[in-house]
């Protein structure tokens, strides 16, 4: 049982270049979402989805595009990358009821824009 | 914005001793839930405590919450080197979209 899988662990970009940060998940949960942290600051959450076809903004959606064509896929796009956008990214999937949203997190993308 | 607030933000500890750390927030939730985070990893789940709970167990860890204050607190009993991360609060309030602090570093001296 793989959980959720980030792919690339590292990259880096120059100024203005676009990339697709992949995350998969193999629990059959319907919820996912994508967060950054920087230092000091915690998790910011970027973009969300609560189903496949369904997606939203978070805190700090702007530079970024989401899909969700499956339950399992739940790609992020960085549209023209800027420095701003250096930072740890975390893709997290949870199964959420009334009660019970433990999230399952991957082990981060490392982005740094140059 | 960050909905919960860690206290202290960086606690160093002799092996053995307890170690405990606070969370602050702001709106009314469903649950509380606090996460590991080892040095260049994934955040990993610890334990939750649903909003009619103020207190919980699991091994040598123990969460309290009070809502009248809207403040949790951790405690991990005996601690070891391998306690040695970044620890996270996180509140769901009703919206399924968990909102994190900004941690607290522990540091488990041998």
């Known amino acids: 049982n793989a959980g959720v899988t980030q792919t690339p662990k590292f990259q880096v970009l120059k100024t203005g270049q676009s990339m697709t940060l992949q995350c998969a998940q193999d629990?059959?949960?319907?919820?996912m979402s994508w967060y950054r942290q920087d230092p000091g600051m915690g998790l910011r959450l970027i973009h969300y989805?609560?189903?496949?076809?369904?997606?939203d903004q978070g805190e700090v959606p702007n530079g970024y595009n989401v899909s969700r064509s499956t339950t399992e896929d739940f790609p992020l796009r960085l549209l023209s990358a800027a420095p701003s956008q250096t930072s740890v990214y975390f893709c997290?999937?949870?199964?959420?009821?009334?009660?019970?949203?433990?999230?399952?997190f991957g082990q981060g993308t490392r982005l740094t824009v140059v | 914005s960050q909905q919960g607030e860690e206290d202290p933000q960086a606690l160093s500890i002799q092996e053995g001793e307890n170690a405990t750390m606070n969370c602050s927030y702001k709106?009314?939730?469903?649950?509380l839930q606090w996460y590991r985070q080892n040095s260049g990893r994934g955040l990993v789940h610890l334990i939750l405590?649903?909003?009619?709970?103020r207190e919980k167990h699991s091994g040598r860890l123990r969460v309290t919450l009070d809502t009248s204050k809207k403040s949790s607190s951790l405690l991990i009993t005996a601690s070891r080197a391998a306690d040695t991360a970044s620890y996270f609060c996180?509140?769901?309030?009703?919206?399924?979209?968990?909102?994190f602090g900004a941690g607290t570093t522990v540091t488990v001296r041998a």
């Open positions: 997290a999937s949870s199964d959420p009821g009334r009660w019970n949203t433990e999230a399952f």
């Open positions: 629990m059959n949960h319907e919820y």
């Open positions: 989805s609560v189903g496949a076809g369904i997606t």
């Open positions: 709106t009314s939730i469903n649950n």
């Open positions: 405590i649903r909003s009619n709970e």
């Open positions: 996180a509140t769901d309030s009703n919206d399924y979209k968990l909102s």
